[in-house]
């Protein structure tokens, strides 16, 4: 079975830095993309960063220049390294994977997902 492990949320001051991991198991073949979202309270999941099986990154406006997702596959991991946050980045956040190189940046069309982990910005 596909499996994802987030980690690496807590709490941090405004203008700090959190890195995100996010460890994969079980594709047993073809390569997989993987994507960081993002959950506001009562809101649908966003996305944040995508990296493809192929190593194509991508980024939403808002975290563009602050964010940067990386992949180690001896490790089979995924990070998202996170800087100057602010309270704005406050949400839970988890990792998808799917199947193949494309990137999607709707939350339904991703297959497996991690469990979340809270990030908060606050002094």
């Known amino acids: 079975d596909v499996q994802l492990q987030a980690s690496g949320g807590g709490l941090v001051q405004p203008g700090g830095s959190l890195r995100l991991s996010c460890a994969v198991s079980g594709f047993t073949r073809g390569g997989y993309a993987i994507g960081w979202f993002r959950q506001y309270p009562g809101k649908e999941r966003e996305g944040v960063s995508y990296?493809?099986?192929?190593?194509?990154?991508e980024y939403v406006d808002s975290v563009k220049g602050r964010f940067t997702i990386s992949s180690d596959s001896a490790k089979n991991t995924v990070y998202l390294q996170m800087r100057g946050l602010q309270p704005e980045d406050t949400a839970t956040y988890y990792c998808?994977?799917?199947?193949?190189?494309?990137?999607?940046?709707?939350?339904?069309?991703?297959?497996?997902w991690g469990q979340g982990t809270l990030v908060t910005v606050s002094s």
């Open positions: 990296i493809s099986s192929g190593g194509a990154t």
């Open positions: 998808a994977a799917k199947d193949g190189d494309r990137i999607y940046r709707d939350y339904w069309m991703w297959d497996y």
